[in-house]
């Protein structure tokens, strides 16, 4: 600023050498908006510094002292100037008349990037994590910048001039020469011999690319490249340095970077001679070549890792990067060589760290080199491989180097707690497993120690808190807390009382052990805690009675928070007996605490007034503790216990305590002694005696005693000794196996067992099995023994119970068991001596039932040691078949021989009752066991000779029944398959179940042709005898592909294994090969139709679900069959079987097997409505309800049914008499109906059958039954009338009789209040429903079956001649009342029907009809009733008698507001007969002026009434909103008043019909209407009004835009304006919302593109909301269009300029144009005084810039802006005045003086500086002004009042110009404090004679006489003194003055 510009102030830094100044962001940000590229240019230069280091420091010192981290945070700090520059470019270049500039800020901004990229790249080669991301900052800058950039065209290279490119070329010499020799000759010859230039020149006229120097230069490269592959050093340096390359940089390059080894190795060995390598590359070579002798091929691998290796590297993955390696290197795959060699960059290993070099070697070097490497890497190495061995040796050896061994002796490296924390790379799961074993060992990580919470996280997976040795001795928090302490203020914070009192136990914490336990703030903190340890106290010394009395203080603590704990407090708060107990052991006793001894305690001591009160309530402790002395002379007798305890009842000391001596109330038949529990008196009252039994004794390890007591106590005494026996030896049994782990209790029970003459072994197996377990579990588990021990326990007595799976547990336990102690024992697992000890597990198998143990039989098989398999499965008698299937374990060559010797064993049965079991005999057996039968090979022989030889075989197989016979006839050749099976099959089942599949065949069966019909009985013989297996064997025999064979395994799956899950699968595969089967062409299967299969599967589905035995099975079954209902031939439904068996299943009702046996609908739908009977007896009606819609089966019965039961139920608990139980009840019953779609006529029947039974309760009144009773009515009429068609007959006799109950009620009321009349009725004001409440909900009175137009018609109206009288006085009463309430409510309907029910005549409805019938023509005034004639015949004969009134009254009837809808001529004698009519009505008033609005209406429409009635109120008010009458909004208001028109369809009428307006274009013309916004918003207003809920119509409004057409903004802005208006009305804040919102949509989106800047001011005015709507300032600002803001009219509110000036300010604070243009505009004077005076504090501003002194050598300048100034300010203080703003006028006012005053000073000559001045020189400067009036102005313009009494002293006293003092006077008062403090300051001076006689002058002035003379005996002015007290006008005063 004091230099101009930016430019000269950096050459001036530049000059001297300063550093360039950071100018702040805000300073950049006003540089772009006044477009001065010279601050922006001087801000870019200003930030070069906080990139780059200095430029002359050199690189190294760079790259020391400027760290990339603070480069990375001096770009972050740069990003908001640069992302404001990009900001700028963007406007910029958005606008035309920006361009230039845009540019320039570009090319400025693009430079200082560019170079900042440039020269941090020239001093770093390699850029690190910070330097990175500083670079991508600045690029991405770069790139979005080069977007804004000049699109110049590319130029065209490829195209070719039109002149000779070998134009002007000079001839090369050798060029004969190079023309015979190849380029790559050429180019090494050129550059040997120095000719580049020539070669270039060649290459140009050959047109080769080589031309260009790089291309040259590339080629010269890869020839020194082929060069050193010939290791011809020579040469390739000569091409380097001819080409101008550095030799040895290059050489080293190379040989860093090239991927050929052998190149790397002879530049190594040429380099190292020369001496060319650093040591650290010389390290990185040896290194290299230690890496490549590692990984060589013929290098091994370290086994031992090796084999970690395949759990951490995917092998595919491995070789998924050496490809990547293998391109890199360019490495031919099919090079063998290459396979096992490996290559490295030398380059690669330089940037290896330390770390990462170890890491490579460790895979390759043995355990023992360990030592020599770093412990990170080695560690990170080990974890990363899980080698849990290596890892557990190194710790241990940690854990040990810290004792005296020396640590050369160590194998492993020092491993620290930090290694261990920061270089472990294993799983979670290793990691604590580290963990844990060091922190067992008091190890710990850093981290954890610091969080408490993961500390004790580690101590609980060691073992817990609490430890017999907890690893925590050397514990220390950061605040110097041991453990202990820790965990106590641990619990403290997290309220874990028990926790902790079981800690402080557990470890005997105490305050003498523990001083953490004894601080005062935790027992401030926690009152809790403090009781607590004063309680465990009492527990350790229990003689004390202090500890006592210290832990009551401690409870009365927790139960008086707010004060100390004392005795006294406790008597205060209440809690007498507790401070009496607490006394009981405080020292000295009662009697102590109540003497008020001032050395006592305050916590124990207590007043005795105060212990009287409390103990008020308790009168006779009262009296013993404070005895009323009757005299003073005589002592009260002592008061003991005894006389203490004479109230108590159960302590009576009269009866009890006579063994006491100090008893004195004993009488004489006391208990003299002490009752004990051997008394034999109790003992013989009331003592239970229990003998001890046998299982007593066997606890005790006593067999004899316990068989001795059993044979007395039981046995001898029991009827059925052999059952008694059994049962006690299986309690015996269960004891033992409870106590297996005590060998005593085990003995005992076994010895028992033998003693009963029971079998003990299975106890003993069974207890040598647990013991067994035990300890197998007790060395592989970290769980406690008494855990394992518990849990096996429990096993036990479930196996006690037979449950199979603990069994099967067991036998697992107990084979991991005996394979444990084999391994432990060191015995061979296969040996004889480990065979004997499986013989346990054999017993075991075989005492529980299940399959024996095979686990040793397996491990022989799968060490082929077929010996000890065959001894073992023999010597303990396998099955046979679980021998074979073990053989699969077997060598292939064991296994057969296995097989082979295995064919021949004999089976286990073969006798034929087993059912199960297929008579598969051999030859031998059949020859040897019939002898009484031919001889095989002899039948064979015959069968040879026979003609039909496969007939006849079978004719011998089922005489001779062997079924073998069967199976090699079907051997024979065109032998059939189906005659083969059924022969097999008969003559394999028992002869019962042959007889009945062969029952059909009559003849003999040798000769019987077997067929598929004989296949399909034996099928189903066998299946319905369950002899599947005998099918299965057969059909695997002969038919081994028939689908068949598919359902046979299912159904033995099912029906005998339960496997349902493997059932699905095999079913699911016999629907693919039935489909197969189905539609194959080929005959694969020609034997056995498909019809025929399919037959039979659906027999064997049927008969599965006929065989099942629970419902368990059915529902599994039929889950199972869902999806294979095309299986059934005419079947069930499978899925609604399945359903139901769903919903039954945990029921006791089952499906009847009826229903699946013979299926069909009918079956099934009475089948469920026989469960739904039962389910409701059951009361299950959730379930009923499920089974009626599977039936579909009517529920109403049901919901009735189950509505009555929970009736019955609420009657039953007592609730029923409620009223509010029986009215939700009913509601409930309704909804449920409602719920269940019951038909209407049910529902109907419930209630009217109910309402005979509602009564009267007592606690009710007399009226509930009666109210009940019509609630019933009313809901069984609504009911009635949701019938289709509805019969109204019943439906009118339903209403008469809830008519009678009203009746009925209303009458009561009324008789109830003439006998009660002081009570009013009572009115639930809690919000209670009540049963007429309820009824009123389901009203007939808008039911349009009833609301037909007859009861609107005169006809069957009874009249006052007509009409029967069949009710009482008192109903009739009551009748007239309630039809008047209805008529009131507009139920004119019910009202006709009501009397027409009655026969009853009301004068209301009569009128009101007659009313209606005149209206619509249906009768003239002839045709009326005579006594409604007869009203309007009187009505017109008052007329006559007052003949000055009009026809039509002013004041009408017509509407609610008493006005005339419509102006109809006074003759329209209907209109006048109507409001006679009306008039005379007292109920339904209302309708019939609705009657004469719809006539009037009508008349004005020119249409008949009947159509006005037909038509709705929401289309007559539409007619009347679009009729433009004047007055329409005074007729709608009308009309809605008279019809009750909901809100919500008036609001949309209004809303619709001002969307209309807004749209319609004026006649005539396509445009619009126009009007001014005022009228229109006015208009719109009016319709707005006829809606009461504002609200309504605003929301009505906001819908209406979405359907306006696009393009109409002009409405749309209209709409938004109202519906804002209307929300502003009812302060609805969300609406307002969703307006402006849409405003600003609507702006953006439409009327900003239009350029609709008039509709824009209009949205802006309209809505008037200008603080959030600043967008639109903004836009029209932007556009040039601010002006338009500006205009008369615009704001009659006034709150438009304010809001324009708010906008200025804020967001233009620099355009004070603007400013001044606005404020001018509106005659805002105050505004432009403030401007006026904030320019003229910027000129003072200006002035303060400099110093004084400067500014007085430029006085002509100074003036100049002084005068600017003083104009401004005297604008100021005028606009001021103008606007009465008094305060600032006058500030101004005396600024204005003040600068006056300085031109004044500047004019003559003097210099003082008076303005800009600080509050601190301000004393000074009005002291040095000569005169008052200066002094005054100068105070006056800074606000400040000095001190003018100094003023004064050094202006008169000292310098004695007195006519200062008489300017002071003449402006100010000389007060009397004023002499003082002048006295008071010319006494703290040595005063001269002039001063001395300036004061005497200055005390004549004092008119104070008496301070006068004080003053001036103070300073011992005598003569003044003896002057005043001789004046007669003061002495007398003074006399009197100084005598008083």
């Known amino acids: 600023m004091i230099h101009g510009s930016a430019s000269t102030v950096d050459s001036l830094c530049h000059l001297n050498g300063w550093g360039r100044c950071s100018i702040p962001i805000h300073a950049l940000e006003a540089g772009i908006e006044n477009r001065q590229l010279d601050t922006v240019d001087f801000f870019l230069k200003s930030k070069e510094n906080l990139l780059n280091p200095s430029s002359k420091s050199s690189v190294p010192d760079q790259l020391d002292h400027f760290s990339s981290h603070l480069y990375l945070k001096n770009v972050e700090m740069l990003t908001p100037a640069l992302d404001l520059l990009c900001s700028a470019i963007r406007e910029s270049d958005s606008e035309t008349q920006s361009k230039h500039f845009s540019e320039q800020l570009l090319n400025l901004t693009l430079s200082f990037l560019n170079k900042q990229i440039k020269e941090l790249f020239l001093h770093n080669e390699e850029l690190d994590e910070h330097l990175q991301q500083g670079v991508n900052i600045l690029t991405s800058y770069i790139n979005e910048l080069r977007t804004f950039m000049i699109k110049f065209p590319w130029k065209i290279i490829d195209t070719v001039d039109e002149y000779d490119v070998n134009e002007n070329v000079p001839e090369v010499r050798d060029s004969d020469i190079w023309e015979k020799l190849s380029v790559e000759e050429v180019i090494s010859s050129a550059i040997l011999n120095n000719k580049i230039p020539e070669a270039q020149t060649f290459f140009r006229i050959n047109s080769h690319s080589a031309q260009r120097l790089e291309e040259l230069i590339r080629i010269g490269l890869n020839l020194v490249f082929d060069n050193l592959k010939k290791n011809n050093i020579k040469e390739a340096s000569e091409l380097l340095k001819n080409m101008g390359f550095n030799v040895k940089d290059q050489l080293l390059k190379i040989c860093f970077y090239t991927t ?225 302490s820790h965990f106590i203020l641990y619990c403290l914070e997290h309220s874990l009382q028990y926790l902790l009192y079981v800690y402080l136990d557990h470890y005997k914490l105490n305050p003498s052990n523990c001083s953490f336990l004894e601080k005062s703030e935790l027992y401030e903190a926690h009152p809790w805690f403090e009781f607590l340890v004063q309680c465990r106290q009492v527990s350790s010394n229990l003689t004390d009675p202090k500890l006592i009395f210290q832990a009551s203080l401690a409870n009365a603590q927790i139960l008086i928070p707010s004060n100390q704990a004392s005795v006294s407090s406790m008597l205060l708060e209440g809690h007498t007996l507790l401070a009496l107990a607490t006394t009981m052991y405080a020292p000295g006793g009662v009697s102590q605490v109540v003497q008020n001894d001032e050395n006592e305690t305050c916590l124990k001591k207590v007043d005795p007034q105060l212990l009287k009160m409390a103990l008020t309530p308790y009168p006779k402790l009262k009296t013993a503790l404070f005895p009323q002395y009757t005299a003073s002379s ?78 007395v106590q039981e046995l001898t005494k029991s009827k059925t000794p052999k059952q008694l026996i059994q049962q006690v030896g299986n309690e015996a049994y269960v004891l033992g196996l409870s106590s297996f782990y005590i060998p005593s209790v085990g003995a005992a029970c076994v010895c028992f067992l033998e003693l009963l003459g029971l079998d003990s072994l299975k106890l003993r197996v069974d207890m040598k099995v647990a013991n067994i377990v035990l300890s197998y579990k007790c060395r592989n588990e970290d769980a406690r023994y008494s855990c394992i021990k518990e849990s096996l326990a429990e096993k036990l007595s479930k196996l006690a119970m037979g449950e199979k799976a603990t069994v099967e547990e067991l036998l697992v336990l107990l084979e991991e068991g005996i394979w444990s102690s084999i391994q432990q024992q060191e015995i061979n697992r296969l040996s004889s001596e480990s065979s004997s000890q499986w013989a346990l597990a054999v017993q075991f198998c075989r005492l529980h039932n299940v399959k024996l143990s095979t686990s040793y039989l397996r491990e022989c098989a799968k060490a082929n040691d077929w010996l000890q398999f065959i001894i073992h499965s023999q010597l303990h008698n396998y099955h046979p078949e679980e021998v074979k299937s073990l053989l699969q374990y077997f060598s292939p060559v064991l296994q057969d021989h296995l097989r082979l010797a295995f064919e021949n064993l004999p089976s286990l049965s073969i006798s034929r009752t087993d059912s199960d079991q297929v008579c598969n005999r051999s030859p031998q057996e059949f020859q040897g066991n019939k002898e009484e039968k031919t001889d095989l090979f002899e039948v064979l022989l015959q069968c040879s000779e026979k003609p039909n030889s496969g007939c006849w075989l079978l004719a011998e197989a089922v005489k001779q029944q062997a079924p073998i016979l069967s199976v090699l006839a079907s051997c024979l050749q065109d032998a059939s398959t189906i005659p083969c099976l059924c022969v097999w099959i008969i003559t394999s089942v028992e002869e019962s179940v042959a007889a009945e599949a062969t029952g059909h065949i009559q003849g003999s069966m040798e000769g019987h042709v077997w067929e598929l019909q004989d296949l399909s009985v034996i099928w189903r013989t066998l299946l319905t005898r369950q002899k599947s297996k005998t099918l299965i064997r057969g059909f695997h025999l002969f038919l081994k592909d028939s689908p068949l064979l598919l359902m046979m395994e299912m159904y033995e799956l099912c029906m005998f294994f339960k496997n349902y899950k493997e059932a699905e699968v095999k079913l699911l595969e016999f629907q693919k090969s039935f489909e197969t089967v189905e539609t194959t062409a080929t005959r694969v299967h020609a034997t056995i139709p498909a019809e025929w299969l399919k037959e039979q599967v659906c027999f064997l589905l049927k008969l599965m679900l006929q065989q099942c035995g629970t419902q368990y099975e059915l529902g599994k079954l039929l889950q199972l069959f869902v999806g294979t209902e095309h299986l059934f031939c005419d079947g069930p439904d499978v899925k609604k079987l399945c359903v139901l068996s769903q919903i039954l299943k945990d029921t006791s009702i089952a499906i009847n097997p009826v229903v699946i046996s013979s299926y069909s609908l009918d079956n099934f739908q009475h089948e469920c409505t026989s469960i739904l009977e039962k389910l409701e007896t059951e009361g299950q009606f959730a379930l009923a309800r499920r089974v009626a819609e599977l039936a579909e089966l009517p529920v109403d019965n049901l919901v009735i049914k189950e509505i009555t039961q929970e009736m019955q139920t609420l009657k039953h608990i007592d609730q029923w008499s409620m009223k509010q139980a029986r009215i939700g009840f009913w509601k409930k019953c309704h909804e449920n109906f409602k719920r269940n779609c019951i038909s209407s006529k049910a529902a109907s029947s419930f209630f009217s059958a109910q309402a005979p039974e509602a009564r009267e309760y007592p606690a009710e009144g007399g009226l509930s039954g009666i109210e009940e009773r019509h609630l019933l009515l009313t809901l069984a009429a609504h009911w009635l009338a949701q019938g289709d068609p509805v019969p109204v007959e019943e439906l009118e006799e339903l209403e008469k009789r809830i008519w009678l109950c009203r009746i009925t009620q209303h009458t009561l009321k009324e008789n109830r209040e003439e006998t009660e009349p002081r009570f009013s009725q009572q009115i639930s004001a809690s919000g209670e429903l009540s049963f007429d409440s309820v009824a009123s909900e389901f009203s007939l009175s808008t039911l349009a079956a009833l609301n037909t137009s007859k009861y609107l018609e005169l006809n069957g109206l009874p009249s006052r001649k007509t009409c029967e009288n069949t009710l009482g006085q008192k109903e009739q009463e009551s009748l007239n009342f309630l039809i008047g309430r209805l008529l009131d409510d507009g139920c004119v309907h019910e009202a006709s029907r009501v009397c027409r ?13 007659h009313c209606r019938a005149l209206a ?39 509407s609610l507001d008493s006005q005339s809808f419509v102006m109809l001529p006074p003759s329209d004698e209907v209109v006048t007969n109507l409001e006679t009519l009306t008039s005379k009505c007292l109920h339904g008033k209302n309708y019939c002026r609705q009657v004469l609005c719809l006539y009037e209406l009508a008349k004005e429409l020119g249409c008949l009434y009947t159509d006005v009635a037909a038509r709705d109120g929401e289309s007559m008010l539409r007619a009347i909103l679009a009729s433009q009458q004047p007055d329409r909004c005074k007729r709608a208001q009308a009309f809605i008043s008279t019809q009750g028109l909901e809100r919500d369809t008036v609001a949309e009428l209004v809303a619709e019909e001002v969307t209309r307006e807004l749209l319609t274009p004026s006649e005539g013309t396509g445009h619009k209407q126009m009007f001014s916004p005022a009228e229109e918003s006015q208009t719109f207003l009016q319709l707005t009004t006829l809606c009461q809920d504002r609200t309504l119509v605003g929301m009505k409004l906001l819908d209406k835009i979405s359907s306006v057409p696009h393009g109409e903004l002009s409405c749309t802005t209209e709409l938004l304006i109202l519906a804002h208006h209307c929300f502003t009305l009812t302060c609805h804040m969300e609406g307002i919302g969703r307006v402006l919102q849409a405003a600003r949509l609507l702006t953006d989106k439409h009327l900003a593109p239009s350029e609709e800047y008039g509709l824009m001011v209009r949205l802006l005015t309209g809505i008037g909301r200008y603080n959030e709507m600043t967008y639109i300032f903004d836009l029209l600002h932007k556009k040039h269009y601010f002006e338009v803001l500006m205009r008369k009219k615009l ?101 204005t003086k003040l600068i006056t005053l300085q031109i004044h000073f500047l004019n003559t000559g003097q210099n003082t500086m008076l303005i800009n001045l600080g509050r601190h020189r301000l004393m000074d400067c009005i002291i040095a002004l000569p005169r008052f009036y200066q002094a005054s102005i100068v105070a006056e313009a800074y606000d400040f009042v000095p001190d003018w009494a100094e003023i004064l002293y050094q202006q008169v006293i000292l310098k004695g110009d007195f006519n200062y003092l008489e300017e002071f006077k003449q402006q100010r008062l000389l007060r009397s404090s004023i002499f003082e403090e002048i006295s008071k300051k010319y006494k703290q001076h040595q005063p001269s004679d002039t001063v001395v006689k300036n004061l005497k002058k200055l005390l004549t002035y004092c008119e104070d006489v008496y301070l006068y003379y004080k003053l001036a005996y103070e300073h011992k002015f005598y003569d003044i003194v003896n002057m005043l007290l001789k004046d007669p006008q003061t002495g007398c005063c003074l006399k009197d003055m100084l005598a008083g």
């Not at 190149?263 to 190292?272: A, G």
């Not at 008061?639 to 159960?650: A, E, G, R």
């Not at 302590?651 to 063994?659: I, K, V, Y």
């Not at 029910?1397 to 009809?1409: G, R, S, T, W």
């Open 1397 to 1409: 029910y009655f026969h009853f005549y009301n004068q209301d409805v009569a009128l009101v009809l």
């Open 1416 to 1454: 619509s023509g249906e009768a003239s005034v002839e045709d009326l009733h005579p006594e409604i004639h007869a009203v309007l015949q009187s009505a017109e004969l008052l007329e006559e008698e007052e003949p000055g009134l009009p026809l039509r009254k002013a004041q009408s009837t017509s």
């Open 1691 to 1791: 704001d009659p509110s006034g709150t438009l300029k304010t809001a324009l000036l708010d906008y200025i300010k804020r967001c233009r604070p620099g355009d004070s144009e603007k400013h001044n243009m606005i404020a001018l505009c509106f005659s805002m004077c105050r505004e432009i005084g403030e401007n006026h005076e904030a320019a003229a504090c910027i000129q003072l501003k200006l002035i303060e810039s400099q110093p004084w002194e400067e500014r007085l050598k430029d006085g002509h300048h100074l003036k100049q802006l002084l005068l600017k100034a003083l104009t401004l300010m005297l604008d100021a203080a005028e606009s001021y005045a103008k606007d009465s703003c008094v305060r600032q006028a006058l500030h101004c006012h005396r600024l």
């Open 634 to 711: 005589v002592l009260p007798p002592d008061i003991t216990l005894y006389h203490l305890m004479q109230s108590l009842l159960p302590f009576d000391p009269s009866r009890l305590f006579g063994w006491q001596s100090a008893n004195t109330l004993a009488i004489g038949d006391a208990v003299s002694h002490l009752p004990h529990f051997s008394s034999p008196d109790l003992v013989n009252k009331y003592a239970i005696v229990e003998r001890l039994n046998f299982a007593y004794y066997l606890q005790q390890g006593r067999p004899s005693f316990a068989f001795g007591t059993f044979l």
């Open 260 to 484: 050929d080894k052998d190149i790397r190795d002879f530049l190594v060995e040429i380099l190292k001679e020369k001496n060319y390598f650093s040591e650290n590359e010389k390290r990185t070579i040896n290194f290299v070549h230690q890496v490549e002798k590692f990984y060589s091929g013929h290098f091994q691998e370290n086994v031992q890792i090796q084999s970690f290796a395949r759990y951490w590297m995917k092998e595919q993955d491995f070789f998924k990067h050496k490809s990547v390696l293998d391109s890199l290197l360019k490495q031919d795959p099919k090079d063998k060589f290459n396979k096992q060699d490996h290559r490295i960059v030398l380059n690669w290993a330089q940037w290896w760290n330390q770390l990462t070099q170890e890491s490579i070697l460790l895979p390759r070097i043995s355990p023992e080199e360990y030592k020599s490497y770093s412990p990170e890497a080695l560690w990170r190495y080990l974890t990363a491989r899980h080698d849990w061995s290596s890892i557990i040796l190194w710790i241990g050896e940690f854990q040990t180097q810290n004792s005296c061994a020396s640590l050369e002796q160590n194998i492993w490296p020092l491993l620290t707690v930090d290694v261990i924390d920061q270089n472990t790379c294993c799983n979670n799961y290793m990691r604590n497993e580290i963990l844990d074993k060091l922190a067992r060992n008091g190890i710990f990580l850093h981290s954890e120690l610091e969080n408490f919470e993961l500390f004790l996280l580690r101590l609980n997976r060691i073992g817990g808190v609490m430890q017999d040795t907890l690893p925590v001795q050397n514990y220390r928090s950061k605040e110097g807390w041991d453990f202990h």
